[in-house]
Nanobody, 125 residues
Framework: VQLVESGGDSVQPGGSLRLACVLSDLPRPYSIAWIRRAPGKDLDWVSSIYPAYGNAVYYSDSVKGRFTISYDNAQNTLYLQMNSLKPEDTAEYYC???????????????????WGQGTQVAVSS
């Protein structure tokens, strides 16, 4: 099983990026998430999508209205469209997947079974 992120880059405030995460050799996931770690800070949940529930989506308040999560089931690829980027969005972004049902909220990070290696996003002028 491999999760491989891509798409990270350096952009100016107000810019856009699209991150991708290819989930290889992974059975259909129960949920998939984007999680980030800003420099010197803890991991922070960003967004989740639930293929098990018709791709229901959830966002943290800090990105709601600016970021869009999506999942291409045929390509087994997770995306994060990030618009109106802010300096506080600077972080390493990870995708993570959970295979089985859970009642744990999306924000509980230790529920995820598989993690990618991360892709770096830097937002500055």
């Amino acid at each position: 099983v491999q999760l491989v992120e891509s798409g990270g880059d350096s952009v100016q405030p107000g810019g856009s990026l699209r991150l991708a995460c290819v989930l290889s050799d992974l059975p259909r996931p129960y949920s998939i998430a984007w999680i980030r770690r800003a420099p010197g800070k803890d991991l922070d949940w960003v967004s989740s999508i639930y293929p098990a529930y018709g791709n229901a989506v959830y966002y943290s308040d800090s990105v709601k209205g600016r970021f869009t999560i999506s999942y291409d089931n045929a390509q087994n690829t997770l995306y994060l469209q990030m618009n109106s980027l802010k300096p506080e969005d600077t972080a390493e972004y990870y995708c993570a997947a959970r295979l089985s049902f859970t009642t744990a909220p999306s924000t509980l990070l230790d529920q995820y079974d598989y993690w990618g290696q991360g892709t770096q996003v830097a937002v500055s002028s």
